[in-house]
């Protein structure tokens, strides 16, 4: 599965199934693996706070994703993401911008 797949069911799906998919698409696709479990789970619940403008096909704002990763980046020592880490977040939550 990849992210087109998983948005062309996202209004069908219940939220939960949609979870399912995205930690799945997360987890497995080869692009996403090198994330930690730790930061596979801090990934999964920044959108998760999002799940319902996602599947509603309104996405995430640009000017949200910024703000997540402005402050993801300036407390990523503290939240132990490596500056790769860093990147594939960052471009992972742009998947998901209006």
């Known amino acids: 599965m990849?992210?087109?797949?998983?948005?062309?069911?996202a209004k069908s799906d219940t939220s939960e199934r949609f979870k399912q998919k995205l930690s799945s698409l997360v987890r497995n696709?080869?692009?996403?693996?090198?994330?930690?479990?730790?930061n596979?789970?801090?990934?999964?619940?920044l959108i998760y706070?999002?799940?319902?403008?996602?599947?509603?096909?309104?996405?995430?704002?640009a000017h949200l994703i910024q703000k997540e990763t402005e402050r993801?980046?300036?407390?990523?020592?503290?939240?132990g993401i490596t500056l790769q880490d860093y990147e594939d977040i960052k471009q992972i939550l742009n998947l998901f911008k209006k």
Not at 40 to 45: A, D, G, K, S, T
């Open 2 to 9: 990849d992210i087109k797949e998983l948005f062309k069911t």
């Open 29 to 38: 696709d080869y692009k996403y693996r090198n994330l930690s479990s730790e």
């Open 40 to 45: 596979q789970e801090f990934l999964m619940n």
């Open 49 to 61: 706070k999002h799940i319902d403008n996602i599947r509603d096909g309104d996405g995430i704002s």
């Open 72 to 79: 993801i980046y300036s407390n990523r020592n503290k939240l």
